[in-house]
């Protein structure tokens, strides 16, 4: 039987509890991330709902952002990396299995056929097409502004084009870790 007067038992269960009001916050933040202009009044309904402070919610929504944003940063890494990767593999034509093995599952390898054909177009379009900004492409794809300018595609050819890379974000796991890390670099400063 459990003693109901155990203090050490009530503490367990108050800590757990809390941990699990602390994981329904977060979920309906996290939900609601990309809302646009989503703020005090939704953070006061998650207030009266779960039952946290405000002080609580606030630091729950900050972490939210900061995990959104190693997300997206994560993203536009991988996207890049994996681009120059197929851009330089097609450009000195060392095209063999290989290629088709690392990509395997990040890119829609029919796609490859038109990149094969002209790999700087493409992989400008690919990166205007996914939102990379144009001095990172000038940085990946090491072109000059002139370069870029020539190479820059039209919104027809954006309107006709459908990416080949498959978006691949962090899991859980990986942003909840690189979030602590953040807040340990924090902590020592």
Known sequence: MIDKTDLEIQKYVQEELQKQKEQIAERMIWRNINVPYFGSAYYENVVYYVGLSRETIDKIADKC???????????EGALLVDVRYVWHTLKKQEQNASLEHMT????????????????DKYAVLELVSQGVETKDIIKTLKFTEDE?????????ELDAYHPIFREEGPSEKEMEEAYQKMLMREWKS
């Open 65 to 75: 952002r900061r995990k959104r944003n190693y997300q997206d940063g994560y993203k």
């Open 104 to 119: 395997e599952g990040r890119v829609d390898q029919s796609g490859l056929k038109a990149w094969r054909k002209n790999p």
């Open 148 to 156: 870029l300018d020539a190479l820059y595609p039209t919104d027809e």
